[in-house]
């Protein structure tokens, strides 16, 4: 099979024989993992198949690996071996086993992340980047037992723990989270044992649960955690979502809310979708474990439309909503929120949106990848 399009990957930086050369590609996380040898510099990078090959000509002999992702498809490259398997066809796994295993590393295709890493609600202290420790080479590309993940800073990445959303949560969206859970999540859960899938499943209840956390107590809860105080977990900490109300104080917004959400779980859903979407087109053999599911677009779609609302672009509309929301900007003896005229046309605005993503038709032609010619 020909390598096209683009691969999300993960490279240990030490494992290069030029650690610079993650500077060449898109680096959408870090991570830095003590390891008995010393510091691990560990990136999330998205490539294309010549970036891809560049990284694999500079791969350290040894026990040294990077891997890369598309669909069900997996690329596993050493300094002098390149393995394309699949997740869900375990005849193509014997090489790479035999392989790496000689070099002293048991590697499952299953249990090789394919995913964003998980981030903790606490940020850690900034990390020095890739090379000023001389840490020594390192090993696999996936996590090992018994090490420390904090995250670091990637130069030039952005990557907050959270972002401040503006949401509009109603029974609609309460409806399109039961049935990402019960008719996408459940049943893949039941059938493939894929990583990507798990860390999805979480990732949404994350997701619902920080929808119903009001954001000043999410933030007092972090702060506490960060100074070393005892905090209750974020999601007890609810005090209840303010009251939004029109000008004329009579008409309320239910719903409209300021919420924390994980940019990480966010990443994890699009990771998800942008699988199953390739999985819905590679025509195999082996099948992607969706394309076993009935009406597979559909049950895709509602992922696709419930992301869409969750990660709305901001806008002025939004930015204006968001200041009448922040807990800041309001008076402590006034829970509830009276919009101004210039903030209920920005929500009138926002609402439209929202309502056309929620009512609109299956979007899944979007979000599918094209397959090769």
Same mark, same amino acid.
């Given at each position: 099979? *020909?390598?096209? @399009? ?7 930086? !030490?494992?290069?024989? $030029?650690?610079?050369?993650v ?13 008995? &040898? @010393? ?29 890369? /992702? ?12 390149r393995? $394309?398997?699949?997740?869900?066809d =375990?005849?193509? /796994?014997?090489? %790479? ?11 499952d295709?299953? !249990?090789?992340?394919t995913?964003?890493p998980p ?14 420790d ?8 996936g996590?090992?037992p018994?090490? !420390?993940?904090?995250?670091? +800073?990637?130069? @030039? ?14 029974d &609609?969206? $309460? !409806? ?14 039941e059938?493939?044992?894929?990583a990507?899938? =798990? ?6 209840r994350?997701?619902?649960? +920080?929808?119903?956390?009001?954001i000043d ?12 105080r ?6 007890a ?5 303010p *009251? ?5 104080g009579?008409?309320e917004?239910?719903?409209? =809310? ?19 979407s390739?999985?819905?087109l590679?025509?195999?053999?082996p =099948? ?23 990660d ?7 930015r204006q ?31 439209h949106r ?12 979007r979000?599918? %990848?094209?397959?090769?010619?």
């Amino acid at each position: 099979m *020909r390598w096209t @399009g683009q691969w999300n990957g993960i490279v240990v930086s !030490e494992a290069l024989s $030029d650690p610079t050369l993650v500077n060449r590609l898109r680096v959408t996380d870090a991570r830095i993992e003590t390891a008995p &040898e @010393g510091l691990r510099h560990r990136y999330w990078v998205s490539a294309d198949p010549e970036q891809v090959d560049l990284i694999g000509r500079h791969l350290k002999p040894g026990p040294c690996c990077a891997h890369f /992702w598309q669909g069900s498809r997996l690329l596993v490259l050493f300094h002098d071996a390149r393995f $394309d398997v699949s997740r869900y066809d =375990r005849d193509t /796994w014997a090489a %790479l086993r035999t392989f790496a295993g000689a070099r002293g590393l048991p590697i499952d295709p299953l !249990e090789l992340p394919t995913g964003p890493p998980p981030r903790p609600d606490v940020p850690a202290p900034a990390a020095r980047p890739a090379g000023e420790d001389g840490a020594g080479s390192t090993t696999a590309s996936g996590p090992g037992p018994g090490r !420390e993940v904090v995250p670091a +800073a990637a130069p @030039g990445v952005e990557s907050p723990a959270h972002l401040r959303a503006v949401v509009l949560v109603d029974d &609609e969206v $309460d !409806e399109l989270f039961e049935a990402v859970t019960a008719e996408l999540l459940a049943p893949l859960t039941e059938t493939s044992a894929d990583a990507e899938v =798990r860390s999805a499943d979480a990732a949404l209840r994350r997701l619902r649960a +920080a929808l119903d956390v009001p954001i000043d107590a999410r933030e007092a809860s972090t702060a506490a955690a960060a100074g070393g105080r005892s905090a209750p977990p974020v999601a007890a900490a609810t005090s209840g979502h303010p *009251r939004v109300f029109a000008p004329n104080g009579r008409w309320e917004h239910a719903g409209l =809310r300021l919420a924390a959400l994980a940019a990480a779980d966010l990443e994890a859903l699009r990771g998800l979708l942008l699988s199953l979407s390739a999985g819905l087109l590679d025509e195999g053999p082996p =099948r992607h474990p969706v394309t076993r599911l009935s009406r597979p677009r559909a049950r895709m779609g509602a992922l696709a439309r419930l992301l869409a609302v969750l990660d709305l672009p901001p806008d002025h509309d939004t930015r204006q909503l968001s200041r009448a929301l922040d807990p800041e900007s309001r008076p402590a003896d006034s829970p509830d929120v009276v919009l101004t005229h210039d903030q209920e046309r920005s929500f009138q605005r926002f609402a439209h949106r929202v309502t056309m993503l929620l009512t609109e038709s299956d979007p899944l032609h979007r979000f599918l %990848l094209t397959p090769d010619s």
